[in-house]
């Protein structure tokens, strides 16, 4: 893929929405595209994965293992973003397995590596983590979402 059409696909990404156009340029120049077959493992629950992806097109499920069998807690659909602990340098490994539920496009980021850019140009920093504040604060209303859907009682009927 070119580097003309990597700066497009990053123009249009919900996640680099308002990012300046130097940062745009930044972001092509380190970015490369990946492609995951349906049904693949893009990385284990507690992995130490180094990749952040903005996707493209296809969905992921994000699963935790309970013994013997998968959970899918949540999917990630074109336009969304997996992986942002890898930017952010949490060191604990990840905290679900990924899925690929479909043949899925992606482009990838070394995770260090869009950090160190980051420290490099606190603009370019301050637009990436306020787009993962973003990506976090929504995945946490999905989740609380869950949780009160599965947990609170049953209306009592009179």
């Not at 077959?37 to 992921?60: R, T």
């Amino acid at each position: 893929m070119s580097n003309d059409a990597i700066t497009a696909i990053l123009q249009s990404h919900p996640f680099t929405e308002g990012f300046w156009p130097e940062h745009i340029a930044r972001l092509s120049a380190m970015a490369s595209e990946v492609r995951f077959d349906q049904g693949e493992l893009i990385y284990h629950e507690g992995d130490h994965s180094s990749f952040f992806y903005l996707l493209i097109s296809g969905n992921v499920a994000l699963e935790v293992i309970s013994p013997g069998r998968a959970v899918r807690v949540a999917t990630l659909y074109a336009g969304e973003v997996l992986g942002w602990s890898s930017v952010t340098g949490e060191g604990d490994g990840k905290q679900f397995q990924a899925r690929s539920l479909e043949e899925v496009h992606a482009l990838a980021f070394d995770g260090t590596r869009l950090r160190h850019a980051c420290e490099e140009d606190y603009a370019l920093g301050f637009r990436v983590m306020r787009a993962i504040l973003k990506v976090m604060s929504g995945r946490m209303h999905a989740i609380r979402a869950q949780l009160v859907d599965v947990y609170s009682p049953l209306a009592t009927v009179k």
